[in-house]
């Protein structure tokens, strides 16, 4: 067999030893399932719509469910043995002549290699990546209950303006009457021109206040545009069908120990912990050698006595030596219980923070809880009932221009509390269920 027929036999066969490489590899087309944003933005909005678009449509959580997957295809690779090395190799050439049937020693040489780490460092770095991905998923659902407590924060700050631009609206009308009564009581001489100056002023008032919540009204709605991924300019109507009755929380502490199972912020710092102890048991691997192994056939042309002469085969072994264990090993052991650490007391600190969420949610909602009812059953009916005798008292000349507009517009600002305090309960609601990581919450009761 001459040396080219002994070289391709030898590399086909070499060829078909090794681990073929995928040439090509299916690329699915993940196009996200967008809600038509085109028909919903020409329809009023609900609470339940705003959420389900947010969650298909917000950049930011696409963002991490794509961070999520990338994190997700790491710890195959790092668990995969090193790529086997193939060699071709010219040993011992005569420089006269550089002919390979000159000399006995000159041989052409195939060979292959393979690195195996020391047994447990795959599967350590493999789990390592494996908690770091599982931490990845954690943070899109961290995300996602961001997401969903902003837009309904956002949606129930909407709802409130809406509700104080009404009432701004129905004041205006309500002043003006006001303004025709004075008025009509001063040209009969019944009444002064001042009670007709004063109402004006309040009525400009009220303007001045429609145009003031015309304003955050429209920097709402770019923010509420802003988290549905639709243009910031979009004028937004809202849908709703308000049920005014405010539903009662589980016990402080029971949502405490509720949200260390379902919080997906606590979840994530869990699993980077175990990353950093697998990656603490790795660097105690590294004391230990790394090999390598191989085999090498040497083609040899020529003659000797008349007689070909025969090919060369080798095998390889080799290993790595950590002999500089005080500089590198020791200190990249100092490293990883340095973060194993860092991660248990950021747990800690999550976990604090995790409560002081929850414990700041809950007195936020039992405040604005209390308040609405508050203003919703006394205060509100009362105010009320007090325009209404101002009212008629003021057209029989019993009661002064100025404590009727005082009731009016005390009355006005009642009506505005209470929705700001009904919104607030709301927000409070969604961030309890954000913080929480659960929309299980309530008691039995409120069901």
Known sequence: MTFVHKLIVVSLATGLFC????????SADQSSERIE???LQTVPLSLSTAVEVALADNPSLATMRSRAEAMSAIPSQVGTLPDPKLSFNALNLPVDTFNVGQEGMTQMQVGFSQAFPFPGKLGLRENAADYEAQAAGSEVDETR?????STRSAWWQLLYLDKALDIVVK??????????????????????QQDVLLAQLELSRLLDQQVRLTGVRRNEEARLN???NWPTTKSLTLKYKLDAKLPLLQKEADLHRQAE????????????????????DLAKKDYYPDFNVGAVYGFRSGFNNGIERPDFASLLFSMSLPVYTGSKQDRAMDQRNSELLQQNYKLQDTRQQVREEISRAMADYNRASEQAALYKDGIIPQARQTVDSMLAGYQVNKVDFLNLV???ITLYNYETQYWLSFSLAQQALAAIEAVVGTENIYTEDSL
């Open 406 to 408: 005082r009731s009016q």
């Open 171 to 192: 004041n205006q009308v309500l002043l003006r009457e006001f303004v025709k009564i004075a008025q009509t009581k001063y040209t009969v001489g019944k009444g002064l």
């Open 226 to 228: 802003a988290l549905l």
């Open 261 to 280: 199972t379902t919080r997906p912020l606590l979840m994530a710092q869990r699993n980077y912990i175990s990353a950093a102890r697998s990656r603490v």
């Open 145 to 149: 209950l961001w997401l969903m407590r």
């Open 19 to 26: 681990s073929s490489v995928p040439v090509s590899a299916s």
């Open 37 to 39: 944003g085109t028909e």
